[in-house]
């Protein structure tokens, strides 16, 4: 019997250092929540070399579903490239957008200390 294809009902989406890691360490621990175990596959961003680069493996990232309701994955890189949203909405209608925001002034210090 082929086992019908698990894909996401949810996608974290945001600006860079915007709280999408915390908010992706935070909800793989609820038990109904299921995430990628690659936080960022960023496979539906047009623009980057990635490391997911076929529809298989991308849909091999959801094959530890078991029961879980509520299936997602987490690649900030989502908000800003410009063909992101519109794939995402075309192939998972029906999917929930989490959008990570941060004041403009907090990001940019926290940047900074980043890469001090």
């Known amino acids: ?7 996401p009902n949810f996608f974290i989406l945001g600006a860079a250092k915007s709280g999408t890691s915390l908010l992706y360490e935070t909800l793989i621990e609820h038990p109904e929540i299921f995430l990628s175990p690659d936080k960022e596959p960023s496979f539906f961003c047009n623009h980057l070399d990635k490391h997911i680069n076929s529809t ?34 075309g192939l998972f209608p029906d999917a929930k957008f989490l959008i990570t925001l941060r004041n ?13």
């Open 104 to 116: 403009p002034a907090d990001k940019a210090y926290s940047q900074y200390v980043h890469l001090i």
């Open 56 to 89: 298989a493996k991308y849909f091999d990232l959801y094959e530890e579903v078991k029961d879980e309701p509520i299936i997602g994955e987490a690649s900030h890189i989502y908000l800003t490239d410009p063909s992101s949203p519109r794939i995402l909405k």
């Open 1 to 7: 019997m082929i086992k019908p294809i698990t894909q």
